[in-house]
């Protein structure tokens, strides 16, 4: 099993920054890859970006130079900075673990950009 625990979320105008985090425990060994999806209303949820174990990174193109995503092994902890946030990022944002068990997901956390 692996638990994963979004936090960062908020309110933003226009033009703002937020950086999200996800704090993975149990079972992390076993962990290929992680990634950050988000979910609009009445959208389906879409992969936003992903890192691989090895450290390899992919972009949906929505937010290609202004998102980057991260991982900090030492602390089980995978980041994703947004940066020039538009309204169309609105959205909940989940963490996702590619494990050698299945996938797991966090429970989300909402990020809203709205002047």
């Known amino acids: 099993q692996v638990q994963l625990v979004e936090s960062g979320g908020g309110l933003v105008q226009p033009g703002g920054s937020l950086r999200l985090s996800c704090a993975a425990s149990?079972?992390?060994?076993?962990?290929?890859?992680m990634g950050w999806y988000r979910q609009a209303p009445g959208k389906q949820r879409e992969l936003v970006a992903v890192?691989?174990?090895?450290?390899?990174?992919n972009y949906a193109d929505s937010v290609k130079g202004r998102f980057t995503i991260s991982r900090d092994n030492a602390k089980n902890t995978m980041y994703l900075q947004m940066n020039s946030l538009k309204p169309e990022d609105t959205a909940v944002y989940y963490c996702?673990?590619?494990?050698?068990?299945?996938?797991?997901w966090g429970q989300g956390t909402q990020v809203t950009v709205s002047s």
């Open positions: 149990g079972r992390i060994f076993g962990i290929y890859g």
């Open positions: 890192i691989t174990s090895d450290g390899r990174l």
């Open positions: 996702n673990a590619d494990h050698e068990r299945g996938i797991y």
